[in-house]
């Protein structure tokens, strides 16, 4: 678990986390929930990560304190103020059912658990990818950046040798999805990064 | 007996690994399987029955791999299976951008994204039959199949069962497809010679090569007599091959050998080439009428009321004529007889100098021993085939002549035996091929309407004659005539307008062009017309040692030597029956 819904529509919804740690999300993971009453996965794509302003004004203060010390600003730090995580939902699955790469018939309720993605469940949710048409219809977020930063993951999640094959297969369905737009293809395929040997 | 299911199974796996059609096969080890495989390439996107059909082809079908003239198949959605032509194929893209902006150097992953995505490979398809549905026989297409139907290459059997046209035996074997040398092209004979046909080619492009097989296949399936006339002494006993080598003619050919007779106009020529004709070939002033020399009128730069005179002259003198004109025979009435005519001086000895260029011809007479032309027509109509070869005699005004004359009377004995036939009085003549080389210069516009290679060309169907023409421009040729002809064999030709020509009448020619145009310079030919089902290019097999030894032996049994002296006898199947 590393954080709760705090707010949630059909098309999106933000949770709240600590401090990144290593294993917190990044820009373009892919996070999951659960939708109660329809005991159904919901999965996600992290879009966006906001620090908040806290409500005494301690971090603003602390920021341009002239001597400020290291244990005031550990101090704030520790202080549970969440970071705003921002995720557009890209799919779902019901218990025991296939995976659908659509929005979800209902948003995560408030507090909902948020789970990171193994890399199995990664590939798995990326063996087909019906979910781009819904990223690149999220006009509100930069959805070629969270394209690329997506399919790197993904990529990275299989097994050394078969990494480029899913890179091409991802370029094609983009190609196929924008209609042959050459520049912005060719704009997505440049951000997309992954390492055959690793 | 559990190990050999295990060596089976582990067999089959292997096969299964190294299949050609497994993407993943180890390279250089992928094994082509027994059965042919219907290659899918691409489906249907657009296009018209008149301008054929777009297809896009699939993103791992290589361009490379196809070529214009192959042929491919498009099963519609009720079962018909359309046959095509590929006409062009060419590269597209979604985004004129890809093409203006190509992925960077080196980026081979961008150059695989985009290739069968924003750009691909195209092909152009004619749609050229559909087979029936029941019987599974070709038809004439009359629509297109639906869009995003699959297109696939045709396999060799499906081009095979297409052009086998083998009825009962009278296909010949024209070469290979340019795809795959295991499938034979074969044209059916009989449709070959039962309209007018034409072989056409720029030089050096192997039409003799082609129409020396083609013309003793003819003979040897006994679908028709042949007259050649052999201008540059081909076709008789010895062709000249490439880097001075001797090929066999005709007459080595020693299954049709005893058909075949050589008559020569120069006899000289024939005894030092030793090609051994049956007869020299003389022709006698008495025997020559006026209209025989009408044709030459171009050729000898006769005008009109030159023509006109010959006439006059014919109608006064009869069968002396032509011993007047040149001078045989002094004749006194002859001043009266001009003037009567109102041919001036002037013309007559204009015309007599003219007449007497052409009279110089060796085969050319005051007197012939015999009717040789009737020995000719004789040998034809009893199933021989004649090559008249010109030996030395290399004159247009002989060949032109030569001809003429005879053609002329194979005409009027044809057109005789054919009313008589149908008057019940005798049988129908056998189908006659009349080849004929250089055919323009008898076919040209201005000549043809006054030759009889025209007429035989337009109406001789009718009577059992028609025409092989051989000729390197058929933008010479008389259009009308063009448009008669039902079988046209066509080997690279460079001039635009004798590619034109060559597609005069036929639908659809404007893609066919392009696969004319792709043909390789020799040995190759685009077959199109009324002895083929449809258009098809072939790589025409060479002649050579294997032609001989198809013609090595006579190989008619004696039954089948009766039969066939019975057929030609004219006799029923009764009367054999009876011996």
């Given at each position: 678990?590393?954080?709760?819904?705090?707010?949630?529509?059909?098309?999106?919804?933000?949770?709240?986390?600590?401090?990144?740690?290593?294993?917190?999300?990044?820009?373009?993971?892919?996070?999951?929930?659960?939708?109660?009453?329809?005991?159904?996965?919901?999965?996600?794509?992290?879009?966006?990560?906001?620090?908040?302003?806290?409500?005494?004004?301690?971090?603003?203060?602390?920021?341009?304190?002239?001597?400020?010390?290291?244990?005031?600003?550990?101090?704030?730090?520790?202080?549970?103020?969440?970071?705003?995580?921002?995720?557009?939902?890209?799919?779902?699955?019901?218990?025991?059912?296939?995976?659908?790469?659509?929005?979800?018939?209902?948003?995560?309720?408030?507090?909902?658990?948020?789970?990171?993605?193994?890399?199995?469940?990664?590939?798995?949710?990326?063996?087909?990818?019906?979910?781009?048409?819904?990223?690149?219809?999220?006009?509100?977020?930069?959805?070629?950046?969270?394209?690329?930063?997506?399919?790197?993951?993904?990529?990275?999640?299989?097994?050394?040798?078969?990494?480029?094959?899913?890179?091409?297969?991802?370029?094609?369905?983009?190609?196929?999805?924008?209609?042959?737009?050459?520049?912005?293809?060719?704009?997505?395929?440049?951000?997309?990064?992954?390492?055959?040997?690793? | 007996?559990?190990?050999?299911?295990?060596?089976?199974?582990?067999?089959?796996?292997?096969?299964?690994?190294?299949?050609?059609?497994?993407?993943?096969?180890?390279?250089?080890?992928?094994?082509a399987s027994a059965q042919p495989v219907?290659?899918?390439?691409?489906?249907?996107?657009?296009?018209?029955?008149?301008?054929?059909?777009?297809?896009?082809?699939?993103?791992?079908?290589?361009?490379?791999?196809?070529?214009?003239?192959?042929?491919?198949?498009?099963?519609?959605?009720?079962?018909?299976?359309?046959?095509?032509?590929?006409?062009?194929?060419?590269?597209?893209?979604?985004?004129?951008?890809?093409?203006?902006?190509?992925?960077?150097?080196?980026?081979?992953?961008?150059?695989?994204?985009?290739?069968?995505?924003?750009?691909?490979?195209?092909?152009?398809?004619?749609?050229?039959?559909?087979?029936?549905?029941?019987?599974?026989?070709?038809?004439?297409?009359?629509?297109?199949?639906?869009h995003f139907t699959p297109v696939y290459?045709?396999?060799?059997?499906?081009?095979?069962?297409?052009?086998?046209?083998?009825?009962?035996?009278?296909?010949?074997?024209?070469?290979?497809?340019?795809d795959d040398d295991s499938i034979k092209?074969?044209?059916?004979?009989?449709?070959?010679?039962?309209?007018?046909?034409?072989?056409?080619?720029?030089?050096?492009?192997?039409?003799?090569?082609?129409?020396?097989?083609?013309?003793?296949?003819?003979?040897?399936?006994?679908?028709?007599?042949?007259?050649?006339?052999?201008?540059?002494?081909?076709?008789?006993?010895?062709?000249?091959?490439?880097?001075?080598?001797?090929?066999?003619?005709?007459?080595?050919?020693?299954?049709?050998?005893?058909?075949?007779?050589?008559?020569?106009?120069?006899?000289?020529?024939?005894?030092?080439?030793?090609?051994?004709?049956?007869?020299?070939?003389?022709?006698?002033?008495?025997?020559?009428?006026?209209?025989?020399?009408?044709?030459?009128?171009?050729?000898?730069?006769?005008?009109?009321?030159?023509?006109?005179?010959?006439?006059?002259?014919?109608?006064?003198?009869?069968?002396?004529?032509?011993?007047?004109?040149?001078?045989?025979?002094?004749?006194?009435?002859?001043?009266?007889?001009?003037?009567?005519?109102?041919?001036?001086?002037?013309?007559?000895?204009?015309?007599?100098?003219?007449?007497?260029?052409?009279?110089?011809?060796?085969?050319?007479?005051?007197?012939?021993?015999?009717?040789?032309?009737?020995?000719?027509?004789?040998?034809?109509?009893?199933?021989?085939?004649?090559?008249?070869?010109?030996?030395?005699?290399?004159?247009?005004?002989?060949?032109?002549?030569?001809?003429?004359?005879?053609?002329?009377?194979?005409?009027?004995?044809?057109?005789?035996?054919?009313?008589?036939?149908?008057?019940?009085?005798?049988?129908?003549?056998?189908?006659?091929?009349?080849?004929?080389?250089?055919?323009?210069?008898?076919?040209?516009?201005?000549?043809?309407?006054?030759?009889?290679?025209?007429?035989?060309?337009?109406?001789?169907?009718?009577?059992?004659?028609?025409?092989?023409?051989?000729?390197?421009?058929?933008?010479?040729?008389?259009?009308?005539?063009?448009?008669?002809?039902?079988?046209?064999?066509?080997?690279?030709?460079?001039?635009?307008?004798?590619?034109?020509?060559?597609?005069?009448?036929?639908?659809?020619?404007?893609?066919?062009?392009?696969?004319?145009?792709?043909?390789?310079?020799?040995?190759?030919?685009?077959?199109?017309?009324?002895?083929?089902?449809?258009?098809?290019?072939?790589?025409?097999?060479?002649?050579?040692?294997?032609?001989?030894?198809?013609?090595?032996?006579?190989?008619?049994?004696?039954?089948?030597?009766?039969?066939?002296?019975?057929?030609?006898?004219?006799?029923?199947?009764?009367?054999?029956?009876?011996?």
């Amino acid at each position: 678990m590393i954080g709760r819904v705090i707010q949630a529509n059909m098309r999106s919804f933000v949770f709240g986390t600590r401090v990144p740690e290593s294993d917190v999300p990044v820009f373009g993971a892919l996070v999951k929930t659960s939708i109660r009453h329809r005991q159904a996965t919901l999965y996600g794509l992290i879009y966006d990560i906001a620090v908040n302003e806290d409500d005494d004004g301690m971090t603003r203060m602390l920021s341009v304190a002239e001597d400020a010390r290291e244990e005031d600003i550990d101090w704030q730090r520790s202080r549970l103020i969440p970071l705003n995580v921002s995720v557009l939902c890209v799919g779902y699955q019901e218990q025991g059912g296939p995976i659908h790469r659509q929005f979800p018939p209902q948003p995560p309720i408030a507090l909902s658990e948020i789970e990171c993605c193994e890399n199995d469940e990664l590939i798995q949710f990326t063996e087909q990818l019906d979910h781009f048409q819904l990223v690149l219809d999220a006009r509100d977020t930069s959805c070629d950046e969270l394209l690329a930063a997506s399919i790197s993951q993904a990529a990275g999640a299989r097994q050394a040798g078969l990494r480029r094959d899913f890179v091409v297969g991802c370029g094609r369905e983009l190609a196929r999805l924008l209609m042959g737009d050459a520049l912005r293809i060719e704009r997505i395929m440049r951000r997309i990064r992954w390492d055959e040997r690793a | 007996m559990t190990n050999r299911m295990d060596d089976t199974d582990t067999i089959r796996v292997l096969d299964d690994i190294l299949s050609d059609r497994n993407p993943l096969a180890p390279p250089g080890q992928a094994r082509a399987s027994a059965q042919p495989v219907r290659r899918r390439l691409g489906v249907v996107v657009g296009g018209s029955l008149n301008d054929g059909l777009d297809v896009k082809l699939d993103r791992d079908t290589y361009t490379e791999g196809l070529a214009v003239g192959s042929y491919v198949t498009i099963d519609g959605q009720t079962d018909r299976k359309f046959f095509g032509l590929i006409t062009d194929i060419r590269l597209d893209a979604i985004d004129p951008n890809a093409q203006k902006m190509p992925p960077p150097a080196g980026n081979d992953l961008l150059a695989q994204v985009y290739r069968g995505t924003t750009v691909f490979g195209a092909l152009q398809v004619k749609p050229m039959l559909m087979l029936d549905r029941d019987t599974g026989d070709p038809r004439p297409v009359k629509t297109v199949p639906a869009h995003f139907t699959p297109v696939y290459s045709a396999t060799p059997e499906e081009v095979e069962a297409i052009f086998a046209a083998d009825n009962a035996g009278k296909a010949y074997e024209i070469g290979q497809s340019v795809d795959d040398d295991s499938i034979k092209i074969k044209i059916d004979l009989e449709r070959f010679v039962e309209r007018s046909s034409a072989i056409f080619g720029r030089s050096g492009t192997g039409k003799t090569f082609l129409a020396l097989p083609l013309l003793a296949g003819v003979i040897r399936n006994e679908v028709a007599s042949t007259l050649i006339f052999d201008m540059h002494n081909d076709y008789g006993y010895t062709l000249k091959g490439d880097k001075g080598k001797q090929l066999k003619g005709l007459k080595q050919l020693a299954a049709i050998a005893p058909r075949i007779v050589i008559a020569t106009l120069d006899e000289e020529s024939s005894r030092r080439r030793n090609s051994r004709p049956d007869f020299a070939l003389r022709i006698g002033y008495e025997q020559i009428e006026p209209e025989d020399i009408e044709t030459l009128q171009k050729t000898l730069s006769l005008s009109d009321v030159q023509v006109n005179a010959l006439f006059a002259l014919h109608r006064e003198y009869k069968k002396e004529w032509l011993h007047v004109l040149a001078g045989e025979s002094q004749d006194s009435r002859l001043d009266e007889v001009l003037e009567r005519s109102k041919i001036l001086d002037g013309t007559f000895s204009a015309m007599q100098r003219k007449i007497k260029k052409l009279l110089g011809l060796k085969f050319l007479q005051p007197y012939a021993a015999d009717d040789f032309v009737g020995r000719i027509l004789d040998h034809l109509t009893r199933g021989d085939s004649v090559v008249i070869e010109f030996g030395g005699t290399d004159s247009l005004e002989a060949y032109v002549f030569v001809s003429n004359y005879i053609t002329r009377r194979i005409h009027d004995r044809y057109v005789r035996l054919k009313e008589l036939a149908e008057g019940g009085s005798g049988t129908m003549p056998r189908q006659l091929v009349i080849a004929v080389e250089e055919a323009h210069k008898f076919l040209d516009p201005e000549v043809a309407q006054h030759t009889i290679f025209g007429t035989i060309a337009r109406e001789l169907r009718k009577y059992n004659v028609t025409l092989l023409i051989i000729d390197q421009r058929p933008s010479q040729i008389d259009s009308e005539v063009m448009s008669q002809i039902g079988t046209r064999i066509t080997c690279a030709l460079s001039d635009e307008r004798d590619i034109a020509a060559v597609f005069t009448g036929v639908s659809g020619a404007q893609q066919l062009r392009s696969v004319l145009a792709s043909l390789d310079s020799k040995q190759q030919a685009l077959i199109m017309g009324h002895a083929v089902p449809m258009p098809v290019v072939v790589r025409t097999r060479e002649y050579g040692q294997a032609v001989y030894q198809e013609y090595a032996s006579s190989a008619l049994s004696p039954d089948d030597r009766h039969a066939r002296n019975a057929k030609l006898l004219g006799r029923d199947e009764e009367d054999a029956l009876v011996r």
